[in-house]
Nanobody, 125 residues
Framework: QVQLVESGGGLVQAGGSLRLSCAASGRTFSSYVMGWFRQAPGKEREFVAAISWSGGSAHYTDSVKGRFTISRDNAKSTVYLKMNSLKPDDTSVYYC??????????????????WGRGTQVTVSS
């Protein structure tokens, strides 16, 4: 089992940047594929990005490609989401999640086994 805690959210102007972090504890971090999801008020939780166990593979939802970068540091048991060129539509609660298997397709939230509590990102216009 793994416990996840997100940090780094906040209020930023459109065009700005933030870096989210997700610290893991418990079972060996490198055993997990890590993902970021987000959920805006009144909307379903949606996939943002995922990274494989060693960080050698990553994929993104189309709306963030070229703006967001997912990375991980297995020595620190931490996964990051660097968000550039933020838009008001990026405003959401961002969640970190973990699963044991890698798929290259866009995953559903219920395909991930462990979740953090989320961190709020608000982008003002």
């Amino acid at each position: 089992q793994v416990q996840l805690v997100e940090s780094g959210g906040g209020l930023v102007q459109a065009g700005g940047s933030l870096r989210l972090s997700c610290a893991a504890s418990g079972r060996t971090f490198s055993s997990y594929v890590m993902g970021w999801f987000r959920q805006a008020p009144g909307k379903e939780r949606e996939f943002v990005a995922a990274i494989s166990w060693s960080g050698g593979s990553a994929h993104y939802t189309d709306s963030v490609k070229g703006r967001f970068t997912i990375s991980r540091d297995n020595a620190k048991s931490t996964v990051y989401l660097k968000m550039n060129s933020l838009k008001p539509d990026d405003t959401s609660v961002y969640y970190c999640a973990a699963r044991e298997t890698w798929v290259a397709s866009i995953p559903r939230p219920d395909e991930y086994d462990y979740w953090g509590r989320g961190t709020q990102v608000t982008v003002s216009s």
